[in-house]
């Protein structure tokens, strides 16, 4: 069943290990973008990053966990109903996943990979195909003693995987075999050492993509090359105010990165600051200019997701236990805060 069958729908992952209910089905109110929630279920632990399939029919969650997996779902009015069992990833607290080439690839932090599952026609679950793992580390010994693959994302020529990694300050650029699912680094993008890259957006121009990091309050401007797989790092924006990380200040660990569906602007979260950035996009060469910052409506936005009617913005307060909804400015692209939804230890919003 598609989205006009049933209506637009928000599915909300969470963890299960920190009182979260797993995944969540909420119906979209068309007009003001207000969550209800309809249903739960806890059939997988720790649901933290979902994906729906771009006919909407089907869902694709990790398994946050030290024996990783992940699992696909069938869209029903009833909720996500489980295609087969768990599929091990072959990798240890998967944080991410992008579906391109006929296959599921996942992202492990933990060990520090990538993999890939085939993806069937009916949209179930093959058995792994093949895994990447990367190598290296960076300047913090605390969070760098080793590679920590944080998301992956195809480009949108769908002909290139970008693996983002936070522990060794860079990004992969890889291919993906259709056949085999085995992926292979074209070339790795060093960014900033101690920067602690986390995760990647594209401008929908295609021409730039932006980086946020985790470890410093800032995104990586970059030029995007889909016909050599060439990234190249432009520059770097802050995400706070010049008093947001003066002494004495919350440390703050940014997190998502979404961008408006004409490419004018960005938005990012900041935990610990609690607060979304609203970032001016130049479509002439992608600069970013930080326009303000907003509170996030709760504590920790771990996710950000846009609507699909690009109007309202949703931020996926973990540690509150909180949805919240923003009406967003179409000419300033500031969000003003419009309602929340109870969901413990959230980790991610998507719309099918």
Not at 114 to 134: E, N, Y
Not at 181 to 210: C, D, I, K, N, Q
Not at 288 to 296: D, E, I, N, S
């Amino acid at each position: 069943m598609g989205t006009t069958e049933r209506g637009l729908r928000a599915y909300i992952g969470s963890f299960t290990t920190a009182g979260g209910a797993g995944l969540t089905t909420a119906a979209v109110d068309p007009g003001t973008g207000a969550l209800t929630a309809l249903h739960t279920t806890d059939v997988l632990p720790n649901p933290s990053f979902l994906a729906p399939s771009p006919d909407g029919r089907h869902l694709y969650a990790v398994s946050e966990t030290t024996d990783g997996t992940a699992a696909a779902f069938a869209l029903t009015p009833e909720g996500p109903a489980p295609l087969g069992p768990p599929v091990p990833v072959g990798g240890a607290d998967p944080t991410h996943l992008t579906l391109t080439s006929r296959h599921l690839v996942t992202a492990h932090y933990t060990s520090g990979s990538i993999s890939a599952l085939p993806v069937r026609a009916d949209g179930t679950l093959g058995g792994l195909a093949a895994v990447l793992r990367h190598e290296g580390s960076g300047p913090r010994a605390d969070r760098q003693e080793g590679p920590h693959a944080h998301a992956v994302r195809a480009d949108p020529s769908g002909r290139w995987l970008l693996s983002v990694d936070l522990g060794t300050d860079s990004v992969r650029c890889c291919t993906l075999d259709p056949a085999s699912g085995t992926p292979a680094v074209h070339a790795e993008v060093r960014l900033r050492p101690g920067s602690g890259p986390r995760h990647l957006a594209f401008h929908p121009g295609g021409a730039f993509a932006y980086v946020i990091n985790e470890l410093t309050p800032t995104v990586t401007v970059c030029r995007w090359d889909a016909a050599t797989g060439t990234l190249t790092p432009l520059g770097e924006t802050r995400l706070l105010p010049d008093a947001g990380d003066a002494p004495g200040a919350p440390e703050t660990f940014p997190s998502a990165l979404v961008l408006s569906r004409d490419g004018r602007f960005a938005w990012a979260a900041n935990r610990g600051h609690d607060s979304i950035s609203v970032l001016a996009i130049d479509p002439s060469d992608g600069h970013a200019t930080l326009v303000g910052t907003v509170p996030c409506g709760g504590h920790w936005p771990r996710d950000l997701a846009l609507h699909p009617g690009g109007r309202h913005l949703y931020a996926a307060n973990e540690r509150s236990g909180d949805v919240t909804w923003f009406t967003l400015d179409p000419h300033t692209g500031l969000p003003v805060r419009a309602g929340s939804l109870a969901a413990p230890a959230v980790s991610c919003v998507v719309f099918a």
